[in-house]
């Protein structure tokens, strides 16, 4: 499963002994989708469960340990770990004695004692929940139970996959009968900083796309890795526990922390989260017959990251990166599209963006380009970035000039909409250049357009009061954005592009007000 939920602790008071501590994890560790208590796995795929129990040290002695259960809810499936005195490991957890806001001055030692591990259930259903619960027996008293909330996982069709994974997606079909041809169809992606998340974001989305009569498979792809950095549901959830000690000290380190350079050389970039978007392609392309769908009316439409992506993917059909083609499945078929919408997406200036962004996310961007980790840890300081490391963030730009200047995507239809208050895109913005990004990538697929000879179709809207997440799944900007893509979409891709579709497209983003409301 790809995408794993923060930890969720429930501690619960027992007479004169304090519970203890149990944290149920679904799915890989380093990759939390922050909607809490929801995580997505693949239908009919074996999804690990990593677990938890924390007793304090002062209290261990006074404490039989029995088992820990892991149970399907619905199913009444179980697996059941026996654990003993054995099981259990001496950690120190540094506790936050003087804190002024989110930040802490002084901690104190507390000694506890750790048992993790990891079970794996198989996802059959649209959804499932799973809890977890320990039992043991404080001295001289009757057995209890502390109980971790419960974790529900969504199934996800499978659409691609290879050696050690499978990508997941939901569908959303339309009703009634197909036209002659077949739908129209859209691969939608979620963002994330292409390290988190999951397709739950894009439902709102999919289901205006589904509504306005596109096929939509709502897609999971490979995130790439937390680097060095503690996993921030656990970090919320658990605001006692200070970053420096615990990642020093912590058995869970191997759970909640992609604490090495072994991680950035081998686990999943974002090479791999792009080759995915181009999988969905193919496979949409390949099953079109039984799908039902028209395989030459394919567009692709994200938010945030999958924006970027959405954009990369859509701009490099001839496959100029052979890193990003033909893998996951159905090897050989184009990934032509018809249209790209971009969401509050990053089209470029990656190196300059490095230098603005906060250290967190400067060290994730070094994880998601499969840089070394440097000097990246939480309180760390911001690596220098090589010239070899920006020649890396220009392969992944899709204002490229090698890629916007390809004849066969001259004139290539392209929304892009974004908030005028995002505080992602718009750090390197000026007073007599605002909305730079957009404004860069509009005119350079125009510009590239014109000197092809043919028209220029990309479109930018600025919407004044929007931030980055105001334009995410249910978000304050979301319907805006979804009547400004159907509008676009039904243009270029339900419809054939003529001069009348363009128009009608063209006089509502003309007439959509400016705000979002």
Not at 213 to 220: A, H, K, M, S, T
Not at 261 to 280: E, F, I, P, Q, Y
Not at 419 to 439: C, E, Q, R, Y
Request: net charge neutral.
């Amino acid at each position: 499963m790809k995408k794993a939920l923060g930890a969720i602790a429930l501690l619960l008071a027992t007479g004169a002994h304090a519970a203890p501590e149990v944290l149920l994890e679904p799915g890989a560790p380093g990759e939390p989708d922050k909607t809490l208590n929801f995580a997505y796995a693949v239908k009919n795929t074996s999804t690990p469960f990593r677990w938890t129990v924390r007793i304090k040290s002062t209290e261990f002695n006074s404490v039989t340990p029995g088992s820990l259960v892991v149970r399907d809810v619905a199913s009444n499936i179980s697996r059941t770990i026996a654990l003993n005195s054995g099981s259990f490991i001496d950690k120190v957890v540094h506790v936050c004695t003087f804190r002024v806001g989110t930040t802490c001055y002084y901690t104190s030692p507390v000694n506890y004692k750790f048992a993790s591990g990891v079970t794996y259930f198989t996802p059959t259903r649209d959804t499932q929940t799973f809890s977890a619960s320990f039992s043991y027996t404080p001295s001289g008293g009757t057995p209890r139970t502390a109980s971790a909330s419960t974790q529900t996982v969504g199934g996800l069709d499978r659409f691609c996959g290879g050696t050690g994974y499978d990508q997941g997606m939901l569908r959303s079909v339309p009703t009634g009968t197909a036209p002659a041809g077949g739908w129209p169809a859209v691969v939608l992606i979620h963002g994330g900083f292409w390290r988190d998340r999951s397709p739950k974001d894009m439902i709102t989305y999919a289901n205006n796309l589904k509504d306005a009569g596109y096929y939509v498979i709502n897609i999971d792809y490979r995130l790439t890795p937390f680097t060095g950095r503690f996993n921030e549901v656990f970090n919320a959830t658990h605001p006692a526990i200070e970053w420096p000690e615990f990642k020093a000290q912590n058995p869970l380190d191997t759970l909640k922390v992609v604490e090495n350079d072994t991680m950035n050389a081998t686990g999943s970039h974002l090479r791999n989260a792009v080759s995915d978007v181009k999988c969905a392609v193919r496979y949409l392309r390949s099953q079109a017959s039984t799908l039902s769908i028209n395989p030459n009316k394919i567009a692709l439409m994200g938010f945030s990251a999958g924006a970027h992506m959405s954009m990369l993917a859509g701009l490099t059909s001839d496959g100029p990166v052979a890193d990003w083609e033909n893998k996951g499945g159905y090897s050989g078929v184009s990934t032509a599209v018809k249209a790209i919408v971009s969401i509050s997406g990053p089209s470029g200036r990656f190196a300059e963006l490095y230098n603005k962004f906060s250290t967190e996310l400067v060290c994730d961007f070094r994880a998601a380009f499969s840089m070394t980790r440097g000097t990246c840890y939480e309180n760390g300081s911001i690596p220098a970035l090589t010239t070899a490391e920006a020649d890396v963030f220009k392969v992944y730009e899709p204002i490229n000039a090698s890629y916007v200047g390809k004849s066969f995507n001259a004139g290539m239809p392209l929304l892009m909409l974004q908030g005028a208050k995002d505080p992602l895109l718009t750090v390197l913005d000026t007073p007599t250049s605002p909305n730079s990004l957009v404004t860069a990538m509009i005119t350079a697929m125009n510009n590239a357009a014109t000197a092809a000879g043919k028209t220029g179709n990309a479109y930018g809207k600025i919407y004044d009061n929007g931030t980055h997440d105001d334009f995410n799944g249910g978000g304050f900007c979301a319907a805006e954005a979804s009547t400004a893509a159907i509008a676009f979409l039904n243009a270029y891709v339900k419809g054939s592009g003529s001069p009348s579709e363009i128009q009608t497209f063209a006089n509502t983003l003309a007439t959509q007000s400016g705000t979002c409301n």
